[in-house]
């Protein structure tokens, strides 16, 4: 009998909790208050700005740079900028709310134009709107899944794509997934799948629909190998929407950040129409800190098709790192290490 590859790839992991007492009530309570808070602001009728707000959006796989390359623009003299506002998000639409933290119900990672609604357009203006004058430059790695959606939000939207090595990506995601936190009244919060592994069940469920790997999905058993999936669903939807963003996309290399950052930032803000003074380009490139040294990670195992697609992003950005394909798509289990000499931790 066939396995639904939707009903194995959801099954959550079993993870250690982090010993708590009091704290899940506390976390539980707070992104309830949040929420509520960004959703009365989000329906204020005094906060309707009448024209859309000229939007920067940051976008790129988790764990890929976006936060650095975020904050390097944080001080600029004409940008407001918005980390990762989940909230504000959930009350615009509760459907973008992926991770299940403000609300509950029916969630997306992938979303495009048709998701958008007149009304939404409305709280978008009032939450993410600068004042007059600035750029509102909003950082949300979930947004390189949201490209349509980011665009029929918000008129002439540039977007920065930041990319980084996917064997880099992959084992960070699965650093960041091994912490889950209690929490009352709800299932229990992973640092990065959410509440319940949320995120995966809809990253799971929107990939399949949208023909991504629906034949191998269900063969993802650690957190490397679904962050694969998400690495990988992201540089395809970026892709997808290249040609029709023309020069409003612009793309760049964590490794050149982090090895040039003065020529990199120069470039990525003239790219961007921004302004670029002696002050702002010192201050910028003084925060970008070369990342300490990571430990070998273990080899990165994917079924064919996956790893074919992985390696050969990894080639055109000229990354080392290469996954290894498993031995048999249809039993999860067994891999080849015949390429394990091609696989750089």
Request: with cysteine; aromatic share 8%; net charge positive.
């Amino acid at each position: 009998m066939e396995r639904d590859p939707i009903r194995v790839a959801h099954a959550s992991q079993q993870r250690p909790l982090v010993p708590e007492r009091l704290r899940p009530f506390a976390r539980t309570a707070y992104y309830a208050a949040r929420g509520v808070r960004r959703r009365l602001l989000a329906r204020a009728w005094w906060r309707s700005p009448h024209h859309d707000p000229v939007a920067i959006f940051i976008i790129g796989c988790g764990r890929s740079g976006t936060t650095l390359l975020g904050e390097l623009f944080a001080n600029h003299a004409t940008v407001r900028y918005r980390y990762e506002p989940y909230a504000s998000w959930a009350a615009i639409q509760p459907v973008t709310d992926c991770l299940q933290l403000y609300s509950r119900g029916e969630h997306h990672c992938l979303l495009d134009a048709s998701a958008v609604t007149p009304t939404a357009r409305g709280r978008f203006r009032r939450l993410m709107s600068p004042p007059t004058g600035l750029t509102l430059v909003e950082k949300s790695p979930i947004n390189a899944l949201r490209l349509g959606y980011l665009d029929a939000m918000t008129h002439a939207a540039r977007f920065v794509h930041i990319v980084r090595d996917g064997t880099d990506v992959t084992s960070s995601i699965q650093e960041k997934a091994a912490v889950t936190r209690r929490m009352a009244l709800r299932p229990a919060l992973n640092d990065w799948w959410g509440v319940g592994d949320a995120k995966w069940s809809a990253l799971v469920r929107d990939g399949v629909a949208a023909g991504y790997y629906s034949d191998e999905v269900g063969q993802l058993t650690t957190d490397a190998q679904r962050g694969a999936y998400e690495w990988l669903l992201s540089l395809r939807e970026v892709d997808a929407w290249r040609e029709r963003l023309g020069s409003r996309l612009v793309e760049l290399r964590y490794v050149d950040l982090i090895d040039d950052p003065r020529t990199t930032i120069a470039a990525v803000a003239e790219s961007l129409g921004l302004s670029c003074s002696a002050d702002w380009l010192t201050q910028a490139t003084s925060l970008v800190r070369r990342p300490a040294p990571r430990r070998p990670a273990e080899p990165l195992f994917l079924p064919r098709q996956m790893c074919a697609d992985f390696n050969g992003f990894q080639a055109r950005f000229e990354f080392a790192g290469r996954a290894i394909a498993r031995e048999q798509a249809g039993d999860p289990l067994m891999a080849s290490h015949a390429d394990s000499s091609s696989w750089r931790g």
